[in-house]
C-alpha cells in the first residue's frame, strides 16, 4: 500500500494500554487502539492521556490506527 492510500486525522489520547499502545479518540467521537512504532517512540517523547496526536487510519481497517506525531494543543 502506498504511503498516500492511508487516512489521516487528528485524535486525543484517551487511555494507555500498554507501553507502545492506546486508546484514541477521533473527532467525531469514534474511538480505536493506536500504537507508535519503535522509530518514533524515542522521538514523540513520552505520550499520557489527553495529549493531541496526529493519526494514520488504513481504508481497509479503521478499528486500528498508528500514531505519527503529536499536534499542537487547540487554544480557545
Excluded: Q, W
Amino acid at each position: 500500500m502506498l504511503h498516500d492510500d492511508f487516512i489521516h486525522v487528528p485524535g486525543e489520547i484517551i487511555g494507555l494500554l500498554g507501553e507502545a499502545a492506546f486508546r484514541v479518540r477521533l473527532p467525531n467521537g469514534y474511538v480505536l487502539v493506536a500504537h507508535v512504532t519503535r522509530r518514533l517512540k524515542s522521538g514523540l517523547g513520552p505520550l499520557a492521556v489527553g495529549d493531541p496526536v496526529d493519526l494514520e487510519l488504513s481504508p481497509f481497517d479503521l478499528s486500528r490506527g498508528r500514531i505519527i506525531g503529536r499536534t499542537a494543543p487547540a487554544t480557545a
